[in-house]
């Protein structure tokens, strides 16, 4: 059956076991997910990859069947998902398992699937599209989170922060927590505090510029360089953000080593990488070896000691690491 974005927080969840998510706004619907179904079922969720599942299903049938699965009720993410996993979701409602809860997520799904068919014409099935946000239900969002919170702020501000995020929700989301942890300490919010707090509007090409650069995607990571104008600061930002990126993919490769199985190391990391984050991790992680990346975390660390003692070439020392990293394995290592 259909049900609107707006009517699931009403919607009686104990009588529904299998949802689809399906549509571009996938910040909502992450936003959606923690909000009015990881606090019922924290303590039990597991995330899966619809080809990791896929490649092991009958070991998942038959831990689920033979209920060995189940200490009780889990709550079960299935990522990435298309026509191919309506099989397995038909057998389990058949098989009327009820002791689990299912939320599908999916790109838009037009009218043809059968996923989305299959789901919207059965009675024991809840499907929700996610529309992309606009202005308005953007300005809403910012406006309920600084009600909730009893802060004051002028339109300006929420104009601002919704500007400064392209309007994108996960990176308003960002934004906000910054905002809301300063005003803990500061009573009163300013425009002038905001615009300190926020990333210029430029900074969400950061993690992109960083996964690129580390894919060895020559062409994509010119390009962000060549549109950015970025300040010491910034260039902080960045190396600190390979410097996490790195770290992750550290952790993944001696996992990986261990469990030979990608789509098993990706989607039990934790923090979890969101969907739409694997492939280029599964680039990168075969493109360097271990020990480039230990390499590259030893030299990230030692330029922002050098780019603090020489700010005023800040950019040319960071651009001439990133160039060098685009070319193959450094002979160094």
Known sequence: MLIKVNELKRFKKDSINFYLFHGPNTGLIEETINKLFKPIFSKNVISYDETELLNNINLFKEEIFNKSFFDNEKFIIINRASNKILDLIEELIENKITDLKIIIKATALDKKSKLRNYFEKNKSTVITAFYEDNYQSLLQMVQNIFREKNINVSNEIINLIIERSKGNRINITNELDKILSYSKM???????????????????????????????????????????????????????????????????????????????????????????????????????????IKYLIHRVNDLELEIKKNNQISDQILNNFILENLKSTNSAI
């Open 186 to 292: 500061n009573n009163k919010i300013k425009l002038e505090d905001v615009i300190k707090l926020t990333n210029l509007s430029e900074n969400y090409n950061i993690s992109e510029l960083v996964d690129h650069n580390l894919s060895k995607n020559k062409k994509k990571t010119i390009n962000i360089l060549n549109e950015n104008n970025l300040n010491t600061e910034e260039n902080i930002l960045i190396l600190r953000t390979f410097l996490n990126k790195l770290k992750k993919l550290k952790n993944l490769k001696i996992n990986l080593e261990k469990n030979k199985n990608i789509e098993q190391v990706l989607s039990s990391s934790k923090p979890p990488i969101f969907w739409k984050d694997k492939e280029i991790v599964k680039q990168q992680l075969k493109t360097l070896s271990l020990t480039e």
